[in-house]
């Protein structure tokens, strides 16, 4: 069965660092594309990265660019999300989605989502 679990999330202060990682079980996950999305309190769940089938290429928030990369490891079928310099801003749950095709920028373009992993950043 096809299923996405995040982890690496926690509790970390002001200009800390996190690595995300997404696990993707079942087969059919070889032909998607595995990217991004966060959910702050209150806020409406929002793009944060993400890297085409390829991996050539990767696309960012305009709030996040410079401090998080997304990567992937095809051999493990895992897909990381390092973020840098965090910041208070960056508290959210962090979910892993994966897609095939559309806009990688929607979450309408997505077929599974995993249960998320909560990042608090404090001052």
């Known amino acids: 069965q096809e299923q996405l679990v995040e982890s690496g999330g926690g509790l970390v202060k002001t200009g800390g660092s996190l690595r995300l ?13 595995i990217n991004w999305f966060r959910q702050a309190p209150g806020k409406e769940r929002e793009f944060v990265a993400a890297m085409n089938w390829s991996g050539v290429s990767t696309y960012y928030a305009d709030s ?23 910041k208070p801003e960056d508290t959210a749950v962090y979910y892993c989605a994966a897609r095939t095709k559309g806009d990688y920028s929607r979450e309408s373009s997505y077929e599974y989502w995993g249960q998320g992993t909560q990042v608090t950043v404090s001052l």
Request: positive net charge; charged residues 15%.
């Open 21 to 33: 990682s997404c696990v993707a079980y079942g087969r059919r996950f070889a032909a998607y594309a």
């Open 64 to 86: 996040v660019k410079g401090r998080f990369t997304i990567s992937r490891d095809n051999a493990n079928g895992t897909v990381y999300l390092q973020m840098n310099n965090l």
